[in-house]
């Protein structure tokens, strides 16, 4: 049986299709592409300590499930502790997989200097610090990253007994 559609119908079919297309998923021709990269100074141990465990973990594992710990790392241009700041990783870590060593990762990305000064993102995901790469989902932004959408990569630079050194590579969409 053949289907009879006027031709006022057709068009707000298509109307209403092309005005569903656009969503969050595709980028706005207006938003901008943005690339940072920096470094993540995560100092667990030491009178400069930047990180501090509140909870110990659940059980005795090499996952160390249950731990959680709070943090306000440096963010710098380079890899050197000495370099020049410009922002601090602030909020929470905690162990949540029983079985091997894998982070909820909960942090805000407050930048402090240059370019984005003043600017936040969000970051919220799962970070295994064993993994060469990891991605993060930023979730969202303030300041130059209002409506900021992306992702952080992170990769060890270095790791001691007191320190871990990431650098983060950040790739967002933004108005």
């Not at 706005?28 to 973990?57: C, E, M, Q």
């Not at 982070?103 to 200097?113: D, E, K, V």
């Amino acid at each position: 049986m053949p289907i009879s559609i006027s031709k006022r119908h057709l068009l707000l079919l298509l109307l209403f299709l092309q005005l569903t297309k656009s969503n969050s998923a595709n980028p706005n021709p207006s938003d901008k592409l943005t690339h940072i990269r920096f470094y993540f100074h995560d100092i667990i141990r030491g009178r400069n300590r930047t990180a501090v465990r509140v909870t110990k973990p659940a059980v005795a594992s090499p996952a160390a499930f249950g731990m959680i710990t709070v943090m306000d790392d440096p963010l710098t241009e380079g890899p050197d502790p000495k370099s020049r700041l410009v922002g601090r990783a602030q909020g929470f870590y905690a162990a949540a997989d029983q079985n091997e060593l894998s982070l909820l990762m909960a942090m805000n990305l407050a930048f402090t200097a240059g370019e984005y000064n003043g600017s936040v993102l969000s970051v919220l995901g799962r970070n295994q610090p064993f993994y060469p790469v990891r991605e993060m989902p930023v979730i969202g932004g303030s300041g130059a990253f209002r409506f900021a959408r992306g992702y952080a990569e992170a990769r060890t630079h270095s790791f001691s007994r007191d320190v871990a050194v990431v650098e983060y590579n950040v790739y967002l969409m933004h108005i």
